[in-house]
């Protein structure tokens, strides 16, 4: 899968459905600043938290869009692999398997 393309496209699907709905999109995007703002957490704590919740939903666009924002916040490859193995732990082969995809993208993002 190339990473950078599918986001690419789901943003514009993404604005498609935002058009139609701009009310839900402002109340979304207030909630999700509020929740990435860097208190007793780190944003790349919460990023690490999003990309748990991602992989266990087994939402690929989730897991696209939280790599890339570990990726611009400076994770390493060995962190976000640490935080697969407890991904992993708690969510069995499931989100073993998520947890590759969620590499994939990590590696892409990251060139």
Not at 51 to 75: E, K, N, W, Y
Not at 90 to 101: E, N, R
């Amino acid at each position: 899968m190339n990473w950078s393309r599918f986001l690419d496209e789901t943003v514009d699907r993404i604005g498609v459905l935002q058009k139609q709905t701009p009310e839900m999109f402002n109340g979304f995007h207030t909630m999700s600043r509020a929740a990435k703002r860097n208190g007793a957490l780190s944003e790349k704590t919460k990023e690490l938290i999003a990309l748990g919740i991602a992989i266990s939903t087994r939402c690929d666009s989730c897991i696209g869009f939280h790599t890339q924002s570990l990726v611009r916040l400076g994770v390493s490859r060995e962190e976000f692999c640490e935080a697969l193995e407890m991904i992993g732990y708690m969510g069995g082969g499931p989100s073993l398997a998520f947890g590759a995809k969620a590499l994939e993208a990590f590696d892409e993002f990251s060139t």
